[in-house]
Structure formats: C-alpha cells, structure tokens
C-alpha cells in the first residue's frame, strides 16, 4: 500500500522559512515523479512544484519560483519542499503527490497523495 | 499557462440524477486531462485519467470524455456520498494547472 506521510508544516512568521517532509512507502520511490500541491483556505488546488523521478529536472509554478525549492532523496525515499520567504498568501494545506505512472514528464496524473500538511503564515 | 475554466462553479442535484461538468482549456492539450473528486478534510482523489480512463476502483458511474480544449465529466446516478468538489487538471504544459472547481451539493 502506498503511503506518502507530511511532516513540518507550522506556524511561520512572514519572510520565514520551512522545510516540509514527505517520507513515502509501499512503492519504488525512485521510478515516479513527485510533486507539492497545496491549497489554500477557501481556494482551489494549485500545482506548486514537481520534480522528475531521478531528481534531475524541477519545475515551480511562477508564484513561489525563486522561493521555493524541491528536492528528493532516493536513498530516504523522502520528497522536500524547502520554502523561504513566505508570505502570507502561501499560507494552504500542501500535500505531497505521486504521479500514476513511471514517465519523463514531471507530473501526469496524480494517484497518490498525502494527507496534507497546513503551513500558516502570520505574525 | 494553460487555463482550465470549469462550468458550472457549483450545482445542486437530487440522488439518482445524472451531473454534467464541463472543462474547457485555453490551447490544445490533446487528451493530457484528468479529474479529481476532493471532499474536505481529505486528500483529492483521481477519478479519471488522460480524459476518458477510469481509474481502477472508481465507480463506473464516473466517466469523461472530450479531447482539445473541451472535456466533460459525468456522473450517472448520483449518489450521496459524491459530494464533493471536483477538478479537472491539465499536464500536457508546464506548468499543470487545475480547474477553478466545481462544488457539488445535494438537494
């Protein structure tokens, strides 16, 4: 069974960082890409980074490029999202995704995701 | 960036009714298109894959069709516990981006 667990969301003050975790199980982490989504209150989904299966190709949406990076550790099976200067808009439930199938794209369809984890930005 | 602009944004339905929500992106995006049934508190939940594919363990009450820019997801049969949002995301440019939703609510 595949699970995808989220860890280090919080409470941060705005201009402060994060490092969020995604520790994965029940699937060969290194064959599938893997992506953060997030949404925030009252909002829809929003796509905010993807990463290609050997970690050698990243993408992040406009609105947290240059803030935001993604990283995977394979030998952890462990996905990263290290977010600096926030803001208060990137205040959301982020949750980690699997991609269905092993493909070079860096995201398809998403048929795993994690629980979420809610990442607050204020003073 | 490709935008999804889903129709309607909310709609109510009676138990047993067939719902219709369409889909319609700004360029060509072949069939690279999926939906996502995401109810709160929970994590979203993909139904159709690549416009027309079920996903396995989806009801076959879920189905969608359409290539190009115009894409329709429907549900025959409506059920109580399908209430929820639903989404329709496109992967065929970076970045992916989804629908704006489409609230879905018992009458």
């Known amino acids: 069974e595949v699970q995808l667990l989220e860890s280090g969301g919080g409470l941060v003050q705005p201009g402060g960082s994060l490092r969020l975790s995604c520790a994965a199980s029940?699937?060969?982490?290194?064959?599938?890409?893997m992506s953060w989504v997030r949404q925030a209150p009252g909002k829809g989904l929003e796509w905010v980074s993807g990463i290609s299966a050997s970690g050698g190709r990243t993408y992040h949406a406009d609105s947290v490029k240059g803030r935001f990076t993604i990283s995977r550790d394979s030998s952890m099976n462990t996905l990263f999202l290290q977010m600096d200067t926030l803001r208060a808009d990137d205040t959301a439930v982020y949750y980690c995704?699997?991609?269905?199938?092993?493909?070079?794209?860096?995201?398809?369809?998403?048929?795993?995701w994690g629980q979420g984890t809610l990442v607050t930005v204020s003073s | 960036d490709i935008q999804l602009t889903q129709s309607p944004s909310s709609l109510s339905a009676s138990v047993g009714d067939r719902v219709t929500i369409t889909c319609q992106a700004s360029q060509d995006i072949s069939n690279y298109l999926n939906w996502y049934q995401h109810k709160p508190g929970k994590a979203p939940k993909l139904l159709i894959y690549d416009a027309s594919n079920l996903e396995t363990g989806v009801p076959s009450r879920f189905s969608g069709s359409g290539s190009g820019t115009d894409f329709t997801f429907i549900i025959n049969n409506l059920q109580p516990e399908d209430i929820a949002t639903y989404y329709c995301q496109q992967y065929d440019n970076l970045p992916v981006t989804f629908g704006q939703g489409t609230r879905l609510k018992i009458k």
């Open positions: 995704a699997k991609d269905r199938i092993v493909s070079t794209r860096l995201s398809t369809a998403i048929d795993n």
């Open positions: 029940g699937f060969t982490f290194s064959n599938y890409a």
